[in-house]
């Protein structure tokens, strides 16, 4: 899979559900996984040729795992040309050692994102691009059915008034299995929280696995149907 085969799908979400107007500063949460690092490779190509310019930067939360975790990275955006900042936290040592969570993944997620939130309206930038996938899609609807008995799912594009910032998820057209084709020669940078690949999402993948045994299109068949609002109004596109 090529950069430009994958910004096609992705320039389409974009133009769907107008997520870059002319002057926008947005800023690429770059967790250091493949998916952010895909997001943040193909932002900065498309930057090139879109009829409406912007700004780009990555920024990274630093948990405070591991010294010069992100190291690579930096060298990466050296590379393509990107601005690049990371934000030390002591978010860690707060859930693990301090509060000793047994389940850290939602106050995780909630201090990183307060925290990416923070950093990026401080330098100025009003949009938030996050690098979540077409299964990501379908597996967040399944976390909202099973656990919730809602039929819901993460927006494209959304607004969050208290920090005055529009969020983003310019990938939300491409599968998972072509990031991981285009992200292979990348500097992709293991998780090191413990709780990784022990989360209710991991549950939600197995299950679609087990399932793709039997109906081998399930998963697109999830998708088509999350991504025609006119029959399922999950998803409003642009008018």
């Given at each position: 899979m090529t950069i430009q085969q994958l910004l096609s799908p992705m320039r389409r979400a974009i133009q769907d559900f107008d997520m870059i107007q002319a002057g926008d500063k947005i800023a690429v949460g770059v967790s250091g996984g493949k998916d952010?690092?895909?997001?943040?490779?193909?932002?900065?190509?498309?930057?090139?040729?879109?009829?409406?310019?912007?700004?780009?930067?990555?920024?990274?939360?630093?948990?405070?795992?591991?010294?010069?975790?992100?190291?690579?990275?930096?060298?990466?955006c050296r590379e393509i040309g990107v601005e690049y900042h990371v934000i030390k936290t002591d978010i860690a040592e707060i859930i693990f050692d301090v509060r000793k969570e047994s389940n850290p993944c939602s106050l995780c997620a909630k201090m990183r994102r307060g925290a990416l939130n923070s950093a990026i309206v401080e330098r100025g930038y009003t949009k938030l691009a996050l690098g979540h996938h077409q299964d990501d899609v379908v597996e967040t609807f399944m976390l909202s059915l099973f656990h919730e008995g809602r039929l819901n799912t993460f927006q494209p594009k959304s607004y969050m008034d208290r920090m005055g910032v529009t969020l983003i998820r310019p990938m939300i057209y491409i599968e998972e299995r072509d990031i991981l084709g285009l992200a292979q020669d990348m500097p992709v940078v293991k998780n090191p929280c413990p709780a990784d690949?022990?989360?209710?999402?991991?549950?939600?993948?197995?299950?679609?696995?087990?399932?793709?045994?039997?109906?081998?299109?399930?998963?697109?068949?999830?998708?088509?149907?999350?991504?025609?609002?006119?029959?399922?109004?999950?998803?409003?596109?642009?008018d």
């Open positions: 952010s690092l895909v997001l943040l490779t193909l932002l900065k190509a498309y930057q090139r040729f879109a009829d409406k310019p912007f700004e780009l930067i990555g920024v990274t939360i630093d948990m405070g795992f591991a010294e010069d975790t992100f190291a690579p990275i930096e060298e990466y690949e022990h989360t209710e999402r991991e549950s939600m993948k197995q299950i679609l696995r087990d399932l793709a045994k039997k109906y081998p299109n399930v998963r697109q068949k999830f998708a088509n149907a999350i991504m025609h609002p006119e029959r399922y109004n999950l998803w409003d596109k642009k």
